[in-house]
């Protein structure tokens, strides 16, 4: 008997019920949550000693606090470390840890799934080999999840900015909505996906909240030294019919954020 000749079964369609189940699912992995997670105070309280404890660090050089001050960047970019030039081959800058609960997947490769898959890498590499008991490595992720996004209180959560606003940064918004929210989307300005913008393979879309705190540099290697220069590039790389008044509006729309 062949497969031909058999009688084929009737194809069942009893799945099909489930298909936006299935994409509940997806979207809820892409799209950030919107609440923070509920976490324990005592140990969010001991993890942020931790953070601050250059004697955690193998050689007791540095605390996770030296390159994330305050959850933010702290304008060096490193390798394995060790800090290097700026665009340098493997050169990485600290991401911001504020709102990292919304910012998965994490490394800017995206390589790790949570917090703790981070820490892993940065107490072995960035803090030289930190010995660290599994209870004091989830009050140090306790700790990071519950930094909060930067809030400038000057963009609403839809991303818009809080009237009365100038018009470059509502002009800025507009541009802003139309062809950068596919990657960096209100309220938490970033995706859980990874994006290849011409940089060297594809990487997690950044969190763009707070940028009217930083000075910089930006990009994943500090390759930009301007926030014009990243804006550029980006539209550059989208092949986007801006010109330099929408490129302007758009810098000036995220220095709000
Ligand atoms: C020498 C500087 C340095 C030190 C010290 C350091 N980090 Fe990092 N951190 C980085 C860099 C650089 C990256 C990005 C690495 C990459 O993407 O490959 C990073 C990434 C992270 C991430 C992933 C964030 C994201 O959104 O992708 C977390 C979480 C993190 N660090 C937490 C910590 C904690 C907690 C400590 C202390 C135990 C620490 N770091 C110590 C430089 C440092
Ligand atoms: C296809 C997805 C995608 C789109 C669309 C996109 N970006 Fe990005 N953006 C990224 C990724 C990925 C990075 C990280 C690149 C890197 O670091 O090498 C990034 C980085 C940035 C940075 C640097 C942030 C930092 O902290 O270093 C800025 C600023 C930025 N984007 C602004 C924009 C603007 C403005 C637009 C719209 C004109 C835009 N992006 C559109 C994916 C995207």
Not at 119 to 140: I, N, Q, S, Y
Not at 169 to 191: E, K, M, Q, Y
Not at 201 to 224: A, C, I, V
């Amino acid at each position: 008997m062949t497969w031909s000749n058999r009688a084929r079964p009737r194809r069942s369609t009893a799945w099909l019920p489930l298909v936006p189940f299935a994409a509940l699912l997806a979207c809820v992995k892409i799209f950030p949550p919107l609440d923070a997670p509920v976490l324990d105070a005592e140990l969010v309280q001991r993890g942020q000693k931790m953070f601050q404890d250059p004697s955690l660090s193998g050689d007791r050089s540095r605390a996770c606090n030296t390159c994330h001050p305050g959850g933010a960047s702290d304008g060096n970019v490193y390798r394995d470390g060790e800090p290097v030039r700026a665009g340098d081959a493997g050169a990485r800058r600290p991401p911001q840890l504020r709102g990292a609960w919304q910012s998965a997947p994490y490394l800017w490769d995206g390589s790790a799934g949570s917090v703790d898959e981070a820490l892993e890498r940065m107490l072995r590499v960035e803090m030289r080999g930190a010995a660290v008991r599994p209870e004091d490595r989830e009050a140090l992720a306790a700790y990071v999840l519950s930094i909060p996004p930067f809030d400038s209180g000057r963009i609403q959560p839809d991303g818009s900015p809080v009237e009365p606003s100038t018009p470059g940064a509502s002009r800025g918004w507009a541009v802003f909505r139309d062809n950068c929210t596919l990657c960096h989307r209100p309220p938490s300005f970033t995706i859980g996906l990874r994006f290849d913008v011409g940089t060297g393979g594809k990487l997690s879309s950044p969190s763009l909240r707070g940028l009217s705190q930083s000075r910089g540099p930006y990009g994943h290697d500090g390759r930009w030294a301007s926030l014009e220069d990243a804006v550029k590039a980006m539209v550059e790389n989208r092949e986007l019919a801006l010109g330099e008044h929408d490129i302007a509006s758009l810098v000036e729309y995220l220095r709000l954020l």
